[in-house]
């Protein structure tokens, strides 16, 4: 894996890799992706072969600018317009009707496909480059946590791609939330930075939310975001400085910020922070029960260790 420079001659290398069907590391504003052309076949496959992806979990497909979704996807639903509008650039996916041209491999057989536009100016010119959707689902191997930095891809999955740009910190740090436009009434299939409450005031109430461990997603496997250092919630951290990310000298705690946006940008970080460190246990403190922190208890409850912590 090389680290493509940051800028114009960068990404201009980055989009002639992914042009011939060549898989590398993107920032995103949510997490790192692994990025192909969605349109090759040869990348698609690379992608689920490098990840270990099962082939039944479809890719979101990342596009430029609106003219790009609509190659995509079928845009009539009438709330595309009001969410684009509101929600795009940025951390949110919609699921729509997949055009004839969409590569079935991508959206695993199915007639449907997930597409959003990145806020991270860096993802959105290397898209404009390459002049084609770019698949990317987070740059971890199946079942690791997301990676929300460059430091965090691992050897095993940096090995088998050509490039990575470093594009900083994941602003957000979090999946995106996903909405499904293709039903009856429009459906949170996976919670994120944008909360139901945002969709429901644009759209007048009629939303859905579909927990986690309802199923039907692929996406929504149990342990989906566990460290592998075992992870506890406490209510008491004790007089801890903030989130520093030195190993910290207090036995095995991190302590997150207060709010959710923040919290989440530092939550894979801080247990990508205890793998890394070898820590046996680590404890964050437990977030209020409040729809603002919905995305997060979605990440935690299929990261903790102790069911009693989610009560
Ligand atoms: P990620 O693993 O973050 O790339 O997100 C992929 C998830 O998005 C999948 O597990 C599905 O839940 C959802 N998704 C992606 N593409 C589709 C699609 N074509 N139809 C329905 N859901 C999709
Ligand atoms: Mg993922």
Not at 13 to 23: C, K, P, S, T, Y
């Amino acid at each position: 894996m090389r680290i493509l420079p940051p800028d114009a001659d960068g990404l201009m290398e980055a989009a002639m890799i992914l042009r011939r069907g060549g898989i590398g590391i993107v920032p995103t504003e949510t997490v790192y992706g692994l990025a192909c052309d969605a349109t090759s076949a040869i990348g698609v496959a690379s992608i689920y072969r490098a990840k270990g992806r099962p082939a039944d979990n479809p890719l979101i497909h990342h596009a430029a600018n609106i003219d790009m979704v609509q190659q995509i996807a079928d845009c009539s639903h009438p709330a595309v317009e009001s969410l684009a509008e509101s929600f795009w650039p940025g951390p949110l996916t919609l699921i729509l009707p997949a055009r004839p041209s969409v590569l079935p491999e991508a959206i695993a057989g199915g007639s449907t496909v997930a597409v959003r536009i990145p806020a991270h100016p860096m993802m959105r010119h290397l898209i404009s480059l390459t002049f084609k959707p770019l698949a990317a689902p987070s740059a971890n191997l199946s079942g690791q946590l997301s990676p929300t930095s460059l430091e965090q891809i691992d050897p095993k999955l940096a090995e088998q791609v050509e490039f990575a740009i470093d594009g900083g910190p994941c602003s957000v740090g979090i999946e995106s939330t996903i909405l499904d436009l293709t039903g009856e009434v429009p459906m949170v299939v996976r919670t994120g930075h944008v909360t139901p409450a945002r969709l429901r005031a644009l759209l007048g109430g009629q939303i859905e939310v579909r927990r986690h461990d309802e199923g039907g997603t692929p996406g929504s496997y149990a342990r989906h975001y566990a460290p592998r250092t075992p992870l506890f919630l406490t209510d008491t951290l004790g007089d801890l400085p903030g989130i520093g990310f030195q190993k910290p000298r207090h036995a095995n705690q991190i302590r997150l910020p207060k709010k959710p946006e923040a919290y989440a940008e530092g939550l894979y970080r801080a247990l990508f922070s205890a793998d890394c460190w070898g820590l046996d246990r680590l404890s964050i403190e437990r977030p209020p029960r409040t729809p603002a922190w919905m995305a997060i208890w979605d990440r935690l409850e299929r990261a903790v260790t102790k069911a009693s912590d989610l009560e």
